[in-house]
């Protein structure tokens, strides 16, 4: 079936049926793309917009690196011997002691969107530059319309990431000289001399910020400023019991608290996955000091944590310089201006849309703003049973904050493929850590 046509291939059959066509090819998707490659009795396609595999291709920031280890790539930790996994990436490009003799803290971020892309290269079941418009149900299957053909399929598999996001302030004077950081490589390439404001206290503005204060002195700005909601600049908790909200067992035990308390737990533990890597603060601590005390450029960099940007204004018909105006959180009535030359927006990323589902929406059971799933990541709808939506990395509501990380990338894809596979996906044993009183009863019971 479908399995047999190259996803390269200018003139892909018009019509075809596969047992699960996949919407989006980030690394969500890819993982299960990888895992299914090694089940032709599964016959699957992967569909992305894009001309070209990309991954945050605009925030390969040099010296920029992956937060979690890399053992999280696509498949190791559901399928330790899978032909997908960074390790086989590293041997099949001949470089695997080079590898070891770099001794990386982490992986670079480049060399893993490198990896990524020779996972989609080797697998013929993925197509670039096609988008998905329209998902619809008839005569018992999904129906997939994308600008180039339709296909029909008995399961969906939706990867469509997120979008980058900026407050309402920003929004109408995005452009050159006003952006969200995910356009940096492409716009923040000759700042000298300029007046810079970042703003959002992440690991992304954290990047931007090194960057632009790590400059050689002739290509320095002017000035950076860096404003974040947060109080301070704070770490990511990447602390072994921590660590162990990033596993199965926990995104189960999570999946079964009420509502209420799933919301309390990602606001509170939100520094797991959106802090700043020490190494990246450790860096610009140590650039600080330097342009303060050593290189005798101490106004070069202001630091502004506790602060909300209430308004952007600008001249010149709306390409600047800007008037950013900043409330402190402590002092309600307090306002500050910087005149900016260049705003860079690093407030994060919200779910893409998933318009294309309009055909069947009415159809599909919600939980606020998100599907409502069951434990396998399939959509609860009234279809029937063996046909289903699974979503990744769009449930962070009912899944907890791993939901939108490299973290359960890999255990979430083998659920989806042990589905559609029809078998039980091996599982790890659980966390040390007795999440529930349940299971802190049967574990002591049995032993
Ligand atoms: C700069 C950056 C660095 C990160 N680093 C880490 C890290 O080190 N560790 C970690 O755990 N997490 C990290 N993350 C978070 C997360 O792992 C990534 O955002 C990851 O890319 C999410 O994967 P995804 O497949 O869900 O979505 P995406 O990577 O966003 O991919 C979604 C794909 O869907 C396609 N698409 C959308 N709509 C359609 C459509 N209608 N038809 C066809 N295709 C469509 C898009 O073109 C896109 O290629 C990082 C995030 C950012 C922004």
């Not at 399928?79 to 590293?90: E, G, H, K, R, V």
């Not at 990524?116 to 988008?131: D, H, Q, V, Y």
């Not at 600080?288 to 600008?314: A, S």
């Amino acid at each position: 079936m479908g399995q047999k046509s190259s996803p390269h291939d200018p003139s892909p059959r018009p019509s075809a049926h596969y047992r699960c066509v996949g919407v989006g090819v980030g690394p969500a998707n890819l993982s299960l793309a990888s895992l299914l490659h090694r089940y032709p009795e599964v016959p699957n396609l992967f569909l992305d917009r894009r001309e070209a595999f990309g991954w945050h291709d605009s925030q390969q920031i040099p010296g920029t690196t992956l937060q979690v280890s890399l053992f999280k790539d696509l498949v190791s930790l559901s399928d330790p011997t899978n032909a997908f996994s960074f390790l086989s990436y590293l041997h099949d490009q001949g470089r695997m002691y080079h590898y070891l003799n770099a001794q990386f803290d982490s992986v670079p971020r480049k060399e893993f969107r490198n990896y990524l892309e020779w996972a989609s290269r080797r697998n013929e079941n993925i197509a670039f530059g096609e988008t998905v418009a329209e998902v619809g149900f008839e005569d018992g299957v999904f129906t997939v319309g994308t600008d180039r053909r339709r296909v029909t399929a008995d399961n969906i598999v939706i990867g469509v990431g997120s979008r980058p996001w900026v407050p309402p302030q920003a929004q109408g004077l995005l452009g050159d000289t006003q952006f969200h950081v995910n356009e940096y490589l492409e716009r923040a390439g000759d700042l000298a001399g300029k007046r810079v404001v970042v703003v959002g206290g992440g690991q992304s503005g954290a990047e931007a910020v090194l960057d632009l204060v790590s400059r050689p002195h002739d290509r320095l700005p002017r000035q950076v400023c860096w404003i974040s909601r947060r109080r301070s600049y704070f770490p990511i908790d990447d602390s072994p019991f921590t660590n162990d909200f990033y596993m199965p067992s926990h995104s189960d035990y999570f999946y079964g608290l009420p509502a209420e308390d799933r919301a309390a737990f990602n606001t509170e533990h939100i520094l797991s996955s959106d802090g700043i890597s020490e190494s990246t603060l450790r860096d610009l601590y140590q650039k600080v000091y330097m342009h303060r005390f050593v290189d005798g450029d101490p106004r070069l960099v202001r630091l502004q944590p506790n602060r909300e940007v209430t308004g952007v204004t600008g001249a010149n018909g709306g390409s600047g310089p800007w008037d950013i105006t900043v409330r402190h959180n402590a002092d309600a009535g307090s306002t500050e201006h910087h005149e900016a030359d260049v705003v860079v927006w690093a407030t994060g990323f919200r779910p893409a849309p998933m318009d294309f589902l309009a055909p069947i929406a009415d159809r599909l059971e919600r939980e606020g703003d998100e599907l409502r799933v069951d434990q396998d990541f399939a959509a609860q709808w009234d279809g029937p049973l063996d046909r289903n939506i699974f979503v990744q990395n769009a449930v962070r509501g009912q899944r907890g904050l791993a939901d939108l990380n490299l973290s359960l990338n890999a255990w979430r894809s083998s659920r989806i493929a042990g589905r559609l596979r029809g078998v039980h996906s091996d599982e790890q044993l659980p966390s040390f850590i007795e999440w529930s009183s349940k299971t802190a009863k049967e574990s002591w019971s049995a032993s």
